[in-house]
C-alpha cells in the first residue's frame, strides 16, 4: 500500500540564466521519470508550485516555475528540497518508489528464510544496493543485479531476493 502521497523528487542545486530557471538534481531513476511532474513542493506542508517547463541539462534538469521569473527569486530556491505528488509520477513497469519498499520483509526466493527488513536503498549509478536489517540489528548489503530480486509484492509488503552466495553467511 502506498505510504506516502508527496515524494522527495529533487533538490535545486543552483540556477541557470536570467529567467530564474532552477537547476535541479534529480532524485528519480532518470530525467525522464521528471517530465510528467506538473506541481511541485518545497515540503510536504506547502501548496503546490506549477512546474512550466522542463529540460535536460547536462546531468540536471533545468526547470521553469510559477512566480519565479528572474535569477535573484530563482536564487532563493538554492538548497531547497523538491517534492511532487506520487500520481504524477509515471513509472515503468517493475519499478518502485524506495519510499514503498522500505520495510518490506526481505525473504529468500527459494527457501522463504526471512533476511530481515529493507531499511533502505542505495543509489551507486551501475545498480541499487538493498540495506537490509535483521532482527538482531546487523545489516546486510544486497546489490540488486540481474537475477537477484525475484519478485515484489507490495499488497503484502514482501521482497523476495536470489542473493548472491556469501552475503548472509554468518562466518
Do not use: Q
Request: glycine share 6%.
Amino acid at each position: 500500500m502506498p505510504k506516502n502521497e508527496i515524494l522527495l523528487v529533487g533538490k535545486v542545486v543552483g540556477t541557470r540564466g536570467l529567467s530564474g530557471e532552477l537547476k535541479v538534481e534529480y532524485l528519480t531513476d532518470t530525467a525522464e521519470d521528471f517530465f510528467s511532474i506538473r506541481r511541485i513542493f518545497l515540503d510536504t506542508k506547502t501548496l503546490p508550485i506549477s512546474v512550466l517547463g522542463l529540460r535536460v541539462y547536462k546531468s540536471h534538469i533545468l526547470m521553469k516555475v510559477n512566480l519565479v521569473d528572474n535569477k535573484e527569486a530563482a536564487e532563493m530556491w538554492r538548497g531547497k528540497s523538491l517534492y511532487a505528488y506520487r500520481e504524477d509520477i509515471n513509472l515503468k513497469e517493475n519499478r518502485y518508489f524506495i519510499e514503498d519498499l522500505k520495510g518490506c520483509k526481505v525473504i529468500d526466493y527459494k527457501n522463504k528464510n526471512l533476511y530481515g527488513l529493507l531499511k533502505d536503498v542505495i543509489n551507486t549509478g551501475a545498480n541499487d544496493i538493498y540495506v537490509i536489517k535483521n532482527s538482531e540489528e546487523k545489516e546486510y548489503l544486497v546489490p540488486v543485479i540481474e537475477g537477484t530480486v525475484k519478485n515484489v509484492d507490495l499488497e503484502n509488503d514482501e521482497i523476495y531476493i536470489n542473493p548472491l552466495r556469501g552475503i548472509f553467511d554468518d562466518n
